[in-house]
């Protein structure tokens, strides 16, 4: 029996179906290995896409970041939150992409430009390059953070006033009387505040 013709694959569909790897069981599912074996093809093959674990992860942390550096606005601070909205949003579109952004270094291309996109909107600000990648790194690590909180809230949707205490005879006012802001519940508006706050930091010093 004549042997069917060898399946053609692309980096990007390798990427793909290690997504839904990400999607179905978690980070620490993906692998080498494991992408081989829902692509049909064999380790062997695969390892001439990536050399690595760590490979295919960067691999797909620079697809989860396309197009994030290239959100626009018509003045420097529109900028920053635009950026900093495009990446949050990109961290929600996948379960397990706040693992994913924190399991190796972000040194990318698509990584790169967005530092590189929050520089330049803070140089332009008056900040010298310095203050401006201080501002860059503070910003990305403000959506980082938040993201995580907000998935951890999507993961276990329990309401506070359903959850069991952990603490008896004990009054929380100032959290109490916040609550309403909704920090975790993935709204824009009140994220842009956050960050405005952030950004006033750096800027109206």
């Given at each position: 029996m004549k042997p069917g013709p060898r399946r053609s694959v692309s980096q990007s569909d390798i990427v793909d179906a290690a997504f839904?790897?990400?999607?179905?069981?978690?980070?620490?599912?993906?692998?080498?290995?494991?992408?081989?074996g829902a692509l049909g093809?064999?380790?062997t093959a695969m390892y001439t896409y990536f050399a690595?674990?760590?490979?295919l992860l960067q691999a797909m942390?620079?697809?989860?970041?396309?197009?994030?550096?290239?959100?626009?606005?018509?003045?420097?601070r529109a900028r920053v939150v635009a950026v900093a909205l495009a990446l949050r949003a990109?961290?929600?579109?996948?379960?397990?992409?706040?693992?994913?952004?924190?399991?190796?270094?972000?040194?990318?291309?698509?990584?790169?430009?967005?530092?590189?996109?929050?520089?330049e909107s803070f140089v332009e600000a008056g900040l010298s390059v310095d203050d401006a990648a201080r501002a860059g790194h503070a910003v990305r690590a403000v959506v980082v953070g938040?993201?995580?909180?907000?998935a951890a809230r999507r993961t276990a949707p329990v309401a506070v006033s359903e959850a069991q205490p952990l603490w008896s005879d004990s009054r929380h006012p100032l959290v109490e009387e916040t609550a309403g802001l909704g920090?975790?519940?993935?709204?824009?508006?009140?994220?842009?505040?956050?960050?405005?706050?952030?950004?006033?930091?750096?800027?109206?010093?």
């Open positions: 839904e790897i990400l999607e179905e069981k978690g980070v620490a599912a993906v692998s080498v290995r494991g992408v081989a093809l064999t380790p690595s674990k760590n490979a942390v620079e697809q989860l970041l396309t197009g994030v550096a290239d959100a626009s606005a018509p003045d420097w990109k961290l929600a579109e996948h379960s397990g992409s706040i693992v994913l952004v924190t399991s190796g270094p972000l040194d990318g291309p698509n990584a790169l430009s967005l530092a590189e996109r929050l520089i938040q993201s995580a909180l907000e920090f975790d519940d993935g709204g824009d508006a009140e994220f842009a505040t956050m960050l405005g706050r952030v950004i006033d930091g750096f800027v109206e010093r």
